[in-house]
Structures are given as C-alpha cells and as structure tokens.
C-alpha cells in the first residue's frame, strides 16, 4: 500500500517507516524538523529511511494548503498521523504550540482524509488523556473526562474529532494510546535518554515524586508491530454500542480506540538501576516532588488490542535499557567507564 506517515523524522515514525519500508509498503513522510530538539538527530533518522519506496516532504501540518496538495499528489491509501506537539511539561510553558499542531494539524489531516478517499486513518493518542482516574489498569472502556495538562486535553480533542469524521464521513480511524515509548533513536526530552546522559557525565538525574512513580514503558520495537498490524485492520464499527449506555472505545460509526502498553507497570527507581546496572555506574539522584501535570502511575489494559491483531508488547525494561544505551553510546561515540563489549 501507498502510506503516509507524519512525523516520519520523529522517534516512532523513523522506526514505522522502517519497518512497513520492510514489508514492501510505500511510504510518504512528512515532518516540519522542528527545533523542539535536536534537528541532527530528525536527519539522522530520515538518513536511514533512504530508500527508492520513501519519499519525504518537509512541510508542517499547520500549513493547510501544503498538506492539500500533498495528499492530492500522493493520493495515499493509508494515513498513520504521528506529528504533533509532544510532552506534558513543554506544555506548561507553550501552550499555543499544542493547539496549533495538535488541532489546527489534526483538523487538516482529517479535512485531507475526508477529501482524498482514505481507507483509514491511524493516529496517535497518548496515556495521558487518563488524567486524574486513577482506576487501573487504564482501559479504553473508561471515562476520560479530567485531563490533567493541555497536551492531554489536545490528544482526547483529537479522539473527539477523529470520531466525528467517522460519524460523518465514514472514514475508518483508530486512535493509538501510547504509553512512555523508549528505546533506540529515542526523543532528548524522554526520561531515558536524559537519565542515561547525566549518569554517564555524572550529572545528577531528578526524580519525580521523590521516585514513587510507575510507568508502563513500552519498547519502541512492540509499539511499531502493533501499528504494522492495524494498517491491516480498519477500525468497524461495533454492533452492540448504544447510545444509552455508550461505550467510549467503540462506537456506531467506524471508530476504535487502544492502549499500546506493555501491560506491566515498573517502578521509576527499578528503571534507573537497570540503567545503572548497563552504564555501570551509579546515578546521582535529585528527588524531587510530583510536576504538574503528571500522574503518580500509569498501567495499560491491553485486551482489546491482543484480541484484535493478536499480539501484545512484552519487550522487558532490562531488555529495552539495554537496546537503548547500547545505540546511545555508540551515535555519540560515548565510552562507558569499566564496562567491555559495549557497541
């Protein structure tokens, strides 16, 4: 199939493109290289997509006329929309940038899909928009209606508009709830790369919460199969939703919400030693209390999504850290003090 994928210079989108590039499929990228970080790292991820199916556009998603064309040029079958402002503290300080290319993108995105015959549309949600239900594990069966930052309230926005545009226009979209994706080619901003740089330069690390904190990390490689696996199935619409009792990971129309977690929360302090045990050194440990915004513990349902493509993400913390430290030490050219064989 002919896919269009946003944000292909970005973490997930580098290694989505890569892995449907894999399976023959062509890709069409999109991404604006912004400067939220760093812009050698978007390259050196776009260096690795050369390939004679990955054609890449340079173009924001704000820019309604750019992405107009773009879809009536490219005229894809699939759309997987990864772009967006990501990060929950970065939108404490900016939140302008959240609305502009979470919703005006979206909007276009959906307004392009809906013009351009699309046979679906995948796009990115994020745990986040569990906010303050503290019911776990998180299911897409529940209510989602206290958000707890702009950049959540922006993802469940998108969850809305895609909905309508299934409603009306009878565009199949699956929105993908990620839970704290990590591993190799990762974003700076992400607590592993930051956690992993300052122990290596034995700089202190912050720990939030003062380390009572659970995460579902997800290793980028579980979350890439799953998607691989939903670009073959079009959301359906469910025949026994009702509107008396509605369901808000189903729908009438042809819409479907899922979690892509690992199904097993890890303690923030196991984490960073399994850091320390690869890095071979100790962190320095600034404990901190819990940052707006964030939520104490998150925890991924993942039923729906193992019914449905039959798989789940299972790629293990020691497993992962691993992966990652092992490509961070060798893109920087890094030496780690009394480790041997490292990459």
Not at 109 to 121: G, S, T
Not at 143 to 164: Q, V, W
Not at 315 to 342: H, M, P, R
């Amino acid at each position: 199939m002919k896919i269009l994928i946003t944000g292909a210079a970005g973490f997930i989108g580098s290694h989505l493109s890569r892995k449907l590039l894999a399976q023959n499929h062509s890709i069409v990228g999109i991404d604006n290289l912004n400067s939220y970080y760093s812009v050698a790292l978007k390259e050196s991820r776009l260096k690795m997509l050369e390939h004679e199916n990955f054609k890449f556009y340079e173009e924001s998603l704000e820019n309604r006329e750019a992405i107009t064309e773009i879809f009536e040029q490219e005229k894809p079958e699939v759309v997987v929309n990864l772009a967006a402002q990501a990060g929950v503290r970065y939108s404490l300080e900016n939140p302008h940038a959240y609305i502009e290319s979470n919703i005006v993108g979206f909007i276009n995105i959906l307004e392009a899909c809906r013009h351009n015959q699309i046979q679906q549309l995948i796009y990115a949600s994020s745990s986040s928009v569990y906010g303050a239900n503290t019911s776990l594990p998180f299911s897409v069966h529940d209510n989602i209606d206290h958000p707890l930052s702009l950049y959540a309230a922006t993802k469940k926005a998108n969850e809305l508009m895609a909905h309508t545009y299934s409603s009306l226009y009878n565009i199949p979209t699956t929105g993908l709830r990620f839970f704290t994706v990590y591993g190799p080619w990762g974003r700076p901003d992400m607590a592993l790369f930051m956690f992993t740089k300052n122990i290596i330069e034995g700089k202190p690390i912050n720990v939030f919460n003062n380390g009572e904190m659970m995460r579902d990390f997800t290793y980028v490689d579980d979350i890439v199969e799953s998607i691989a696996r939903l670009v073959e199935k079009p959301a359906e619409p469910n025949p026994d939703w009702s509107g008396k009792n509605p369901d808000p990971g189903t729908s009438y129309a042809p819409y479907k919400i899922y979690n892509i977690g690992n199904n097993n929360p890890v303690n923030l302090m196991d984490f960073i030693e399994a850091i320390e045990e690869k890095v071979g050194k100790k962190a320095i440990k600034n404990f901190m209390p819990l940052q707006a915004g964030d939520v104490p513990a998150t925890y991924a349902d993942v039923a729906d999504l193992y019914r449905d493509i039959d798989f789940q993400p299972q790629t293990s913390i020691k497993d992962g850290v691993s992966k990652f430290v092992d490509w961070y030490v060798e893109y920087y050219g890094v030496k780690l003090e009394g480790v041997e064989n490292q990459a």
